[in-house]
């Protein structure tokens, strides 16, 4: 556990019923009158942008709409977006979306105007300022984008999935309104759920784990695990959904202080090359790479075993762990989210990209409790195969 440690959250959070009213107060508190709403073309076409837009309207302010968002986006969408922000007249931008959706407004937002492009900043985040305003509201209950000041771009020529990370990108609002997610499907409810689950976990169990991040990650573990699944099988239970969207931004907040580990080191690869989507490709490694850590992070686990079950005090710290992880693997099954690797046509002569390409990540492999060398990693691989 780090000595040395911080908090940093967006400047304000809005939650509950009907928050998203919330969004006129903020256009008229800055005296926006010119918006630019990043979507995606699903979002759009379902309906849920329309409260957005008339909310916009409702203050007087007038819209631009980016909704070509693709999923996983890279280097090229990036530019293209910052692009259409430049010739935008844009004081203030709304990200309506899911994990990749936000990602790249918070890019964008730091951008506008800016003299750095996406490849100067994959070889120096730290030259990155902060942009005009930004606001996020998360329409899946996952990623925790909405909390962090990171943001995924898939490197096309490498084939591979980087994190950009500067405080400059965190929000300045959210809103977590679980009308946003009524529609939202069964499918997404579980791989961006299980992908909450994973930051919490993966946070909890950080070689940079702290006070603050233990804080939210085991909140966001607890809440996960209570209510994944009623929120995956009862699409209108609107309570369990709330609690799955609080326990996503929460799962942010711990990744900004702590950091996630080697099932997001493993997953970027699948990602980047396969265009596994972020949230079934962490799904599938939680479990291994957890059991994998077992030894060393039994401890940590049996903590989150207790917070979610706190009846079963009587055992010792594996028996815990183990069934936590036994957990996991259950999750993955009742949400028939896949549990290899098959159907996504990896094989064995992917192994040695694989392994290369995880290796390299030591940004989250340094915050694993367990050292990773390559044949570890390529035997964890070798089980989701």
Do not use: W
């Amino acid at each position: 556990m780090q000595n040395e440690y911080q908090l940093t959250v967006p400047r304000a959070v809005y939650s509950g019923e009907n928050s998203i009213e919330k969004l006129s107060e903020i256009i008229n508190l800055g005296s926006i009158k010119n918006v630019v709403v990043f979507t995606d073309a699903g979002v759009l076409e379902n309906g849920i942008c329309n409260k957005i837009f008339e909310l916009i309207e409702k203050s007087g302010a007038i819209y631009e709409v980016i909704s070509d968002i693709r999923p996983e986006p890279g280097t090229a969408d990036v530019t293209q977006a910052v692009n259409r922000i430049n010739t935008a007249k844009c004081e203030l931008v709304v990200a309506v979306g899911g994990g990749s959706v936000m990602d790249i407004a918070k890019l964008c937002a730091a951008m506008k105007g800016a003299s750095y492009t996406i490849h100067d900043l994959l070889e120096n985040s730290s030259i990155m300022k902060k942009g005009i305003p930004t606001v996020m509201i998360p329409t899946t209950c996952g990623t925790g984008s909405e909390s962090t000041y990171n943001s995924i771009v898939a490197v096309e020529e490498k084939q591979l999935k980087v994190g950009i990370v500067n405080t400059s990108m965190l929000a300045d609002y959210v809103i977590l309104d679980s009308g946003m997610i009524a529609k939202l499907p069964k499918a997404i409810i579980a791989s961006t759920g299980v992908d909450a689950l994973c930051h919490a976990v993966e946070c909890f169990t950080s070689n940079k784990a702290n006070p603050f991040s233990d804080l939210f990650a085991l909140e966001a573990a607890k809440l996960i695990f209570n209510n994944i699944i009623e929120a995956y099988k009862n699409p209108d239970n609107r309570e369990a959904k709330s609690n799955m969207l609080r326990a996503a931004f929460m799962g942010g907040v711990a990744i900004a202080s702590s950091g996630t580990t080697a099932v997001h080191a493993l997953s970027y690869p699948l990602g980047g090359k396969y265009h596994i989507p972020h949230g079934i490709s962490n799904a599938i490694l939680l479990a291994p790479v957890m059991r994998y850590n077992l030894l060393d992070c039994k401890e940590r686990l049996a903590i989150i075993a207790d917070a979610v079950n706190p009846q079963g005090v009587n055992r010792t710290a594996e028996e815990k762990a183990k069934e936590i992880i036994q957990r996991i693997e259950e999750i993955v099954k009742e949400t028939n989210i896949p549990t290899n690797l098959s159907s996504f046509n990896v094989s064995k002569e992917d192994l040695n990209f694989l392994v290369d390409a995880a290796f390299d990540v030591k940004r989250l492999l340094n915050n694993n409790m367990k050292e990773l060398n390559k044949e570890d990693i390529k035997n964890i691989y070798l089980e989701i195969l």
